[in-house]
C-alpha cells in the first residue's frame, strides 16, 4: 500500500522558516519524481516545487530562492525546507508523488502552515 505521509507544518511569523517532511512506503521511492502543491483556504490547487528522481529541480516563481526541495532516498523522505515565509504562503501542503502516467497517482493528507504575526 502506497503511504504518503507529510509532518513539519505549524504556526510561524512572517520572515520565519519551516522544514517539511514527507515519509513514503509501498513504492520505491528514488525511481519516482515528486511534487510539493499547496491549496490556501478559498482557492484552488498551487504546484510549488518537484524533484525528480535524477535530483533535477523546479520551483513556482513565487517560492523560488525561498524554498529549497531535497530527498533522501536513503531514508525515503521527501523535503521542502521554507525560508523566509509570508502570509501568502499560508495553505495546506501535500506532497505527491508522479507516477509512470506522467500524472499525480499518490497524495498525502497534508500538513498545515500558518504564516501571521
Known amino acids: 500500500e502506497v503511504q504518503l505521509v507529510e509532518s513539519g507544518g505549524g504556526m510561524v511569523q512572517p520572515g520565519g522558516s519551516l522544514r517539511l517532511s514527507c515519509a513514503v512506503s509501498g513504492f520505491t521511492f528514488s525511481r519516482y519524481s515528486m511534487s510539493w502543491v499547496r491549496q490556501a483556504p478559498g482557492k484552488g490547487p498551487e504546484w510549488v516545487s518537484f524533484?525528480?528522481?535524477?535530483?533535477?529541480?523546479f520551483y513556482a516563481d513565487n517560492v523560488k530562492g525561498r524554498f529549497t526541495i531535497s530527498r533522501d532516498n536513503a531514508k525515503n523522505t521527501l523535503f521542502l525546507q521554507m525560508n523566509s515565509l509570508k502570509p501568502e504562503d499560508t495553505a495546506l501542503y501535500y506532497c505527491?508523488?508522479?507516477?509512470?502516467?506522467?500524472?499525480?497517482?499518490?497524495w498525502g493528507q497534508g500538513t498545515q502552515v500558518t504564516v501571521s504575526s
Open positions: 505527491a508523488k508522479f507516477g509512470s502516467a506522467s500524472s499525480y497517482d499518490y
Open positions: 524533484i525528480s528522481a535524477g535530483r533535477e529541480t
